[in-house]
């Protein structure tokens, strides 16, 4: 399966942990995304990412949250001392050449739920 | 930035009508306009894109119109059957914060009664 590959699919945190969410892109893509989803709500960008940097991370919370894509290895979407509101599905998506008008594929997803 | 409204946020049909969700942007400079598909618990899946050269493209029963001088585009689905039962999501593009990015809409729920 060559799509965009997410783990955990579930993942629960007590309140104060850290959570650590991954997301291997489709082969051949260098581009990710990651996507906050609340119940019932749409999909809300939170941070772009190409190999080694931070593109665009204006959608991200400033504190608590960060993101990587390493050279080597999937990206990572890192959460500190979680707190209840963080609980929702966290998607990530990949894209071959990056903006403009570049079809992103979206993976599986990460539910979070903090207790 | 982008603002995207998607209406009616929630859609009921009978198998065999038609369906039709609308969004508005607000960014003229927008181009390209996917909608994408998302059942219950999975992810969402690009369904049909329209880019702004053209008004309108089709694939079998799913087309999506596209009007740049009002700033909506729709997506029309004929002859529905329940597997198209899911929540619908349109996207435009944004370049707030330094990068081109997607803005979704709220999504419509449609159900499709058989």
């Known amino acids: 399966n060559a799509g965009v590959m997410q783990n955990p699919r579930h993942l629960v945190r007590r309140r104060g942990q850290e959570a650590r969410l991954r997301c291997s892109p489709m082969k051949g893509h260098s581009h990710v995304y990651w996507y906050r989803q609340l119940p019932e709500e749409g999909l809300k960008f939170m941070v772009y990412l190409q190999k080694e940097n931070i593109i665009d991370e204006s959608g991200m919370p400033k504190e608590r949250f960060s993101a990587e894509f390493p050279k080597e290895g999937p990206s990572i979407l890192r959460i500190q001392q979680v707190v209840r509101g963080d609980s929702a599905a966290y998607f990530c998506a990949s894209s071959g050449l990056g903006p403009p008008q570049e079809t992103q594929y979206f993976g599986p997803g990460t539910r979070l739920l903090v207790l | 930035g982008e603002n995207v409204e998607q209406h009616p946020s929630t859609l009921s049909v009978q198998e065999g009508d038609s369906a039709v969700i609308k969004c508005t942007y607000s960014d003229s400079a927008s181009n390209y306009f996917p909608w994408y598909k998302q059942e219950l618990g999975k992810r969402p899946q690009l369904i049909i894109d329209i880019r702004s050269n053209v008004g309108e493209k089709k694939d079998q029963r799913i087309a999506v119109t596209l009007n740049k001088t009002a700033k909506h585009f729709s997506l029309h689905i004929t002859e529905t059957q329940p597997e198209d039962s899911a929540v619908y999501f349109c996207?435009?593009?944004?370049?707030?914060?330094?990068?081109?990015?997607?803005?979704f809409g709220k999504g419509t729920k449609l159900t499709v009664n058989p």
């Open positions: 996207a435009a593009p944004t370049s707030q914060g330094g990068s081109e990015k997607l803005v």
